[in-house]
């Protein structure tokens, strides 16, 4: 059952088109890579699901719902939300804060929101011995560790995640490669960009490859590896 | 917009035309480009409103002299300096007679200096600055009390009081409340008082605590405080003043005639300060008081009403004298000449006070949240000290 | 020494107020990108609702409530037909409509009430002082001093517990990362513009209780002080603007206490000199805004 529908997407910033018609879905429970150089479109992909990108056509249906007319803040309220592309956790706010404001989105949620909490510590021990400390002081790893925490209190069905690697060490990748495809087990719907081809193909159903604003390439992760274009999608649009 | 504009400026263009078509040789044109929005909005909006009582009451008995009629041009020139000179040839093309500046020193040279140059006479109606006629020239003439009058006024009080030690509170900000305490200080220190110190404040500044505190420090402690502060200066000043134990008496400037200093309460009890006239039962001021309240339906709500029906008389005035010629040389000349000229504020003579009019300064004292009369002063000529 | 420790109160009340107006500024500047120069405004409405509630015969601490209360729904109203049209063009735009606003506004007060000022009695009781020791403090100055430290002190636990006041200090980080928690953007836009016309009313009052009247321009000169305490602490923090203020406060106090008559003319200019110097070593203000990187 599709969870997430895209169909010839176009987004534009002023003269720039960053997204020529892409289309894409995301199935139920699956993990969905998509891949591509620096530039490629990517983040505006994810932001335009967000409703953060300004879209210029194409339509974006989620759970069925059209919903490329409805604000940032309803569509997270709908189970679908976005860890941004370098982490952007709320520095002069600590650990602490940044959870409670991650269950903003509804009462419910934030009537639930100190169980969340702990359950985020158990899954993050390394946050829980943080508490108090202010998301700005924060290791990279902690933060990304934070931001993916964060999106979690609020429940979401789906969850786009925008190079989560992004200026970490290869240990602590591993770590958040292993919590991705955990999500997956939780009843978490993943899209995840990532410049990591090998680990994304490793814990992806299926992926798309992006390469100047179109899909060139898309199909499981066999059979990405097995066609050997990859490298060329990553050449050509660089 | 452009649409609203142009409809705007054609029916202002009909209006004119028509005005100066049919009427252009039995009307007399006075031309006021005054500060209706801006800082200048609570000076020329009530001065033009004495305007136009007075013009109302004349043209309803057929014009000066029964015959000419006057008409006013009015042009805001949004208390800027440069739009008082734009506004100023505005009305100059529009074939004014008289002009009438607005209530600033600054922007009523913009204006006079124009006209001046156009060779037709300006009178401005509350700008109080005595320097103002000569630094424009021979067209220009002032009606407002001045401020080396007042400042005269205030000191010839002080010392018949018996006070003996001043103490002056300035601002450089204007030539009004930077010179009016400084006249005041000479005519004081020329009669025998001392100045104690001369207190600087900034205006709109919101606190005089540090002023409060310095005063508070000085020995001995200065028998009377003047000065030529108004709102919101001046309330902000005296309540700190007396809410720091300060007793001494203040003396201040038309500037505090205002219902505001009324409201002050039992604060602003026994303050006594000068103005343009006071509204005693019967005299001029208090009928031009009533002919307002008729007119406009409200009390006149400051004296700026006053002075501004006063400028169409001092005019009225002149047009008699020249036997109804209107031309510029011949007006100036009137005005120049103009003797006990009576108008709603007492009298005004022109004759040898080099533009600056000789009128009478009424000293007020607050009682009870209520204006009482002091004196009706008219200082003596050889005390008033040259202008500055 | 009485008169040192007399100045410092001065000073301690007088930054007091310039640290609430420089907060109203900073709260929406930090969510919106905006200086809102109609923010002067905010207090004149405070004075005219004062004005006329006094006018209807209400008694004296009600008028102060319909003064304060004014000023914060005109500040939401102020955003939803102003600057909510505007709000994603250029910061421009922005600051061009709130000149608008403060013009159009300043055109309704002269035009539609007075250009005149309009009385405000306040109470003989507020004339008093408070003697201790030597010292002696005006009843308005502990007034402003006691009212400032309340707002400072309720703003702040609004600010650290409630998920509206975490939202907006989320929001003045990172606007659109804290939609992505599900934040809703009107509501915390308008908060802040609810707040800042809190701290306008309250500003408001105090600055009347010292003046006794509203003119239509009365809004002027505080906001360019606000603006200057705003700049000082580093645009858009919050606590930038408490310490802008009062350091602002100090400094004039302290040139008005200490600068030798002849200089005395020159103290704006001397005080604005030590600003740019404090900017010279402080680009970003004294308690730069944290943002983080986008
Ligand atoms: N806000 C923006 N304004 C203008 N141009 C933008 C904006 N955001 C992205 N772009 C442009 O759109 C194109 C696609 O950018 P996008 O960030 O979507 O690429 P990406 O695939 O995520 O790249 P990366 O891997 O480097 O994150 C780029 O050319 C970029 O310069
Ligand atoms: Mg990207």
Known sequence: MTLLAIKDLVVRYGAIQAVRGVSLSVGKGEIIALLGANGAGKSSVLNACMGLAPKAGGSIAFDGVPIERETTEAIVRRGMTLTPEGRRVFAALSVLENLEIGAAASAELRRRGRENREAMFELFPRLAERRQQLAGTLSGGEQQMLAIARSLMSQPTLLLLDEPSLGLAPNIVDQIFDLIASLKTRGITVLLVEQNVELSLDIADRAYVLAGGDVVMAGSAQELRASGGLERAYLGAA | ?388 | MDFLVQQFVNALALGGTYALLGLGLAVVFSVLGLINFAHGELMTLTGYGIFYALFLGLPFPVALLIGVTLATVSAMLMERIAFRPVRNSSPTTMLLTSFAVSTILHILFQNLISARPKAIPIPDALAGAVTIGTLQIGAIQLISIVVTALSLLGLTLFLKRSMLGIAMRAAAEDFNVTRLMGVNANMVISTAFAISGLLAGVAGILWLFQRGSVDPLMGFLPVLKAFIAVVLGGLGSLSGAVVGGFLLGFIEIALRAYLPDDALAYRDAISLTLVIAVLFFYPQGLVPRRESVR
């Open chain 2, 1 to 388: 917009m452009s649409r609203f504009l142009k409809i705007g400026v054609s029916l202002a263009a009909l209006a004119i035309s028509t005005a100066t078509g049919a009427l252009a040789d039995d009307v007399l044109k006075i031309g006021f480009a005054g500060g209706f929005t801006g800082y200048l909005a609570p000076y020329d909006q009530p001065t033009l409103q004495g305007i136009e009582l007075a013009v109302d009451e004349i043209n309803n008995a057929g014009g000066i002299d029964g015959k000419l009629k006057i008409e006013v041009i009015t042009r805001d020139m949004r208390s800027e300096i440069a739009q008082s000179a734009v506004m100023a040839q505005e009305l100059i093309d529009q074939g004014i007679n008289v002009m009438l500046a607005p209530c600033d020193v600054d922007p009523a040279v913009a204006a006079g200096q124009i006209a001046q140059g156009a060779g037709i006479p300006t009178i401005a109606p509350c700008a109080s600055t005595p320097t103002l006629p000569g630094i424009v020239g021979d067209y220009m003439f002032a009606n407002y009390t001045a401020d080396n009058l007042q400042g005269t006024a205030l000191a010839d009080f002080a010392i018949q009081q018996g006070y003996k030690n001043a103490l002056i509170l300035i601002s450089k900000d204007t030539p009004y409340t930077e010179k009016l305490p400084g006249y005041f200080a000479k005519v004081f220190e020329a009669k025998g008082g001392k100045l104690a110190d001369a207190v600087e404040f900034k205006m709109g500044q919101q606190d005089f605590s540090a002023e409060v505190t310095k005063i508070k420090q000085l020995n001995p402690a200065p028998d009377v405080i003047m000065t030529a502060a108004y709102e919101p200066d001046f309330p902000a000043f005296i309540k700190q003043l007396r809410s720091a134990g300060i007793a001494t008496p203040v003396l201040g400037s038309d500037g505090i005639d205002s219902p505001t200093t009324l409201a002050l309460g039992e604060i602003a009890e026994g303050v006594v300060f000068a103005n343009a006239g006071f509204p005693s039962a019967g005299s001029p001021l208090a009928k031009f008081n009533d002919a307002f309240k008729a007119h406009f339906g409200q009390e006149s709500s400051t004296v700026y009403t006053a002075t501004g029906y006063d400028v169409i008389k001092i005019v009225e005035a002149a047009v008699k004298a020249t036997g109804g010629k209107t031309d510029g040389a011949s007006l100036r000349e009137a005005i120049d000449n103009l003797e006990n000229v009576p108008v709603a504020t007492g009298t005004i003579t022109y004759k040898g006070m080099n533009r600056v009019p000789l009128r009478v300064v009424a000293l007020n004292r607050i009682v009870g949240g209520q204006k009482t009369h002091v004196a009706d002063v008219t200082p003596n000529g050889a005390d008033v000290p040259p202008a500055e």
